[in-house]
């Protein structure tokens, strides 16, 4: 089973050398020979351990005793300890920095020293705002380099990361050595798409329980690994980033670890102004080195005089700010959520019964799940025909009649928006259902106008009560439905149209950024999964999630409404548009 990955290792490791000593302005014949090194092992096409074992690694163009030393070690501990110190003596991002091709060393020192950027976000945020003193052809491949530094960034589903996250933390909370546990990073802000799967432990030995953890059965490989901290990939072929502390640390480094970036940045400045510093083992005073004890993320903030601020919110878009004038909104959690707006059963495209959808959903402690299969104009063979759907609205009522009190199926339908905008369906029978949901699935790649045209026509219908999955998106898709928002915002305030944040897996649909400006303009938004099974009912939380990262408050979401409630404001809207 001997492959070049060692190789490869090792050749990076000599390069990082290299390029942190000519950062330090070290020994010029020692730099080349580091590089050299480098170039000889990413190119041998025989596997370092085959030669180590022959004793003949000296004998590699470039490679002297030092070296080969060095290899040695590389291949029995599979560190560096040289490398390890040398990485020590420049902040993180840094080291990321000299890896990127397009950059020299000295352009690597002017964004440090000249310019403080230290971290791939700082540099793709300042790239981003054409800030980088740099020139075109530079500018060009370094834009290449950050859009795959990017992507490599938001490779994973939320929703796909966090019902695996919570078998982890299981799994982890049940080691010996383990206190807490807890997913940090974009996982825990919920952002839709994320790289790692970033976990925080205490531990009153962090150095055994690391060890510990890569020795789990379902760890396949170990990438990077320290005292401290971990970064493993899963069978299921998940990256996640363990970082362990002493018990004292937990609440400190759980918000340093949960970021964001830009969040902690602003909280650094604020601190500093307090003479404290934010670190992951604690807040520091300035003046007497001394941490401060702090038990919980409350009180990190209550240093610095600032009310708690949910996860969700940590992104520098203005919380802080909010905070301080102390109006942050109370979010919407899942325990607000009193039903489904949007759920398909096995009469149209989804796999399960009315009687099971109804069961989930009391499982899942809801009042209501309005179910609400697809139907075309168009294709009306692959849809709900209007005879079909009237048939199961009785099948509903029937089944109503023998459920308990407290919870009821509500009958709906989720029409596709015809290419003009129309809702072609029998109107009659629309006007008996408690609930009518449009929305686009064809012709996405049409002219912005013509589909900025036909969401908003459809909003104008008088029985259309949601518009679902407004921006088309579909997470991890490059090609995004071009559609003019602002327009779709203001004519759901114009018509009262309730938007949909479609938690489907692939969705996340409306987006956050468009929920918050909705959310400002006034708009009500439904939350929906549009389940095709009735395991997938349980992506809800994905959408609060994103209700939460858009600013919701339970008040501004239609389906924190009682069942009662829910039928009075609907049937309310339906006279007054009606009449
Ligand atoms: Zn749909």
Redo the contacts with the bound molecule.
Sequence with gaps: MMDNRDNQQCSVIFRDIASLLELQGDDLYRIRAYRRAAQTLASLSEPLRTIARRGALETLPGIGKTLSREIQELLETGRLRYHEHLITTVPEGIVDFLRLPSLSTEQVRTLWRTHDMTSMQQLAQAFHAERLPFDASTLETLGKEIAAWEREQHRMLLGIALPRADILVERLAALPLVEQVSVAGSLRRGTAMLGDINMVLASPDPPRLMHLCNQQPEIRQVLETGPTSTVVVTSEGLRVSLVAVLPPQFASALHYYTGSTAHLAVLRRIAQRRGLDLTQYGVRQLERSQYLPVATEEEVYALLGLPYIAPELREDGGEIEVAEAGRLPALVTLGDIRGDLHVQSAWGNGAHSLEDIAQMGQRLGYQYVAVCD?ATAAAADRGLTPAKLATQVAAIRRLNATLPETFRLLTGI?LEISPDGEIDFDTGLLQELDLVIA?L?TGLKEPRNKLTRRLCKAMEHPLVDIL??PTGRMLGRQVLPSIDMAAVLETAVETGTYLEINSHVLRLDLPETYVRQARDLGVTLALGS?AQSIQDMRTMRLGVLTARRGWLGSSQVLNSLSYRGLLQRLQDWGVSNVT
């Design positions: 697809y989720e929305a699935h679902a999955h549009e």
